[in-house]
């Protein structure tokens, strides 16, 4: 192993460890956008269902490479769309420049700020950020669907009771009984679906772009190794999950506490709730 080389490359894995991690939020936190109402529209129905239904089919039923390499590369054989700003940005940003901060060993408390021109950020089918942060939105989207769907379908029967007691509307008893509800119950499932996704986001690196993965191979490729790099990516790959899982945690022991047979009401000398039993059909790729 050769180490000097290792932490000479710290630069390079740290930018990959940022880009896979906020690519992983971002998509994350789009696909959630994405399916609470695809979820309820798949638990309640109508006009829209069988769009949502062959929506969610096909984002799980092919695997995320191949979605990847469609966007990709596919989508530039369509003369048309090179026409438009989805692929060429417009031209009232040339020359608008404004500064961002990226990670650095060097920089001060490990950040350092660079120029960049809005065009470069702006949301273009050429760029192979855009296309990995639409599919891996799509897709996880597509699975939290059915993971919302479950925990919606398995809210008590009681609690719906006794909102409608109460007089709330079907939109309140939605809003302040029903996603709640179903959320806390979604949490375990949805933690899955972020390192799920972290890890399947290890695929962008095909597409040229230099995350943690992309980093291991650029150092292999130029110490002429093969555990090196590789063995740094794992390692800070189980780093994020690590951290991933740890915060998952405190947020169930925090949201999920009345639902622990074991936890402040066994100790008190009375019985907890059952846990209720929730759907996971779609959460594992």
Known sequence: MQWDRIAGAWDMFLWGAWYSAH????????????????????????????AVRFYVYIFRGSPLLVQLFLIYYGLGQFEWLKDTWFWTPPEFLKGVKFQYPVPSVSGEYFIDWKTAHARHFWPSFRSEWWCALLVFSLNSGAYMAEILRGALATTPKGELE?????????FQVTRLI????????????????????????????????????????????????AYEGLLTAAFLYMAITFAIIGIFRKVERRYLRHLDPGGSAAKAGTEGPPIPEIATIGTMR
């Open 178 to 225: 029903l996603i709640p509800s179903s959320l806390r119950r979604a949490l375990p499932q949805m933690g899955n679906e972020v390192v799920f996704m972290l890890h399947g986001s290890a695929i962008v690196s095909v597409i040229t772009v230099q995350d943690i993965l992309g980093a291991g191979r650029t150092l292999n490729n130029q110490i002429n190794g």
């Open 23 to 50: 690519l992983t939020a971002l998509a994350v936190a789009i696909g959630f956008v994405i399916a609470l109402p695809c979820s309820l529209i798949l638990l309640r129905g109508g006009l829209l269902r069988p």
């Open 162 to 170: 006794g909102a409608k007691a109460l007089g709330l509307t079907p």
